[in-house]
């Protein structure tokens, strides 16, 4: 029903979310709440700039305008070979598989993923929630599935679980859990995101990753509608799995 959404509903005023429902012009929108025609909640309102909250129900001549589309985070199934940069040059980018109507300015990804890793990627154009799901502290797990090449140690699960030393940091990576699949199979969740962290790790243990896909953040799996390369609206309820807010 509304197809242009371009910010938070819950900082959208009443005669933009009207317009973008109806069809109707600004001056058509007007018009109705002036002549008592939107209810907000069930009530009349005539004040163009009231702040609609996510649970606010508008209607118009008594026809429900519908959920309050929330466009303000996506989510995608990233495929292989798209780089999550504004800047790459030699690959294509993320932001070239935004459906029209979902593009956004300030459009970033959640935390990134390499070129030829896939998998559940998140977009945001909210600096704010982009801060909670990357924040240490939240200890917010990511789940990647792995597969490499090479033979890891009897103690690997121990080692990722006591907290491994990789390249290039001072510090041990936060305790992993690793769990070992099968022959040149494993999953590892991880609460912070270093740099090439899962590749990092699984070198340090003496592999090679060879295919990697992230299948979980928070709660939330990557979504069973979403084939690669497309993205889409979260929803509510996959707001809440995630766990940021
Ligand atoms: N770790 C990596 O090495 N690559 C990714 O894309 C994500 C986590």
């Known amino acids: 029903m509304c197809e242009h959404a371009a910010m938070p509903l819950d900082q959208e005023m009443l005669d933009r979310f009207v317009v973008r429902c109806t069809g109707l012009s600004w001056a058509e929108a007007h018009n109705a709440m002036h002549h008592k025609r939107v209810a907000v909640n069930g009530h009349m309102c005539q004040k163009y700039h009231r ?8 209607a118009v001549d008594g026809v429900d305008l519908g959920d309050p589309p929330d466009r303000s985070i996506l989510v995608c199934h990233k495929p292989v070979g798209l780089a999550c940069s504004h800047a790459e040059q030699d690959a294509p980018l993320i932001y070239g598989i935004v459906p029209q109507h979902l593009r ?44 490499y090449s090479g033979e890891l140690p009897p103690d690997a699960v121990e080692r990722c679980a006591a907290g491994l030393m990789i390249d290039g940091f001072d510090t041990p990576c936060r305790p992993a859990p690793l769990v070992l ?23 340090a243990l003496g592999g090679k990753v060879v295919a990697l896909h992230r299948d979980r953040i928070g709660g939330l799996d990557l979504p069973a509608d979403l084939a690669p390369g497309e993205m889409r609206p979260l929803t509510r309820d996959e707001r809440s799995a995630v766990g940021a807010d």
């Not at 609609?52 to 508008?58: A, K, M």
């Not at 990134?112 to 200890?139: I, M």
């Not at 699949?181 to 070198?203: C, D, N, T």
């Open 51 to 58: 702040r609609l909250r996510p649970d606010d129900r508008v």
């Open 104 to 147: 956004h300015p300030d459009l970033n990804t959640v935390g990134r993923l390499d070129r030829n890793t896939s998998g559940l990627l998140l977009l945001t154009f909210d600096g704010k929630y982009l801060v909670r799901v990357a924040a240490p502290e939240r200890k917010l797990r990511k789940r990647y599935r792995i597969g």
């Open 181 to 203: 699949e099968g022959p040149g199979r494993a999953s590892l969740e991880l609460a912070e995101g270093r740099h090439h962290q899962v590749k990092r790790m699984i070198a």
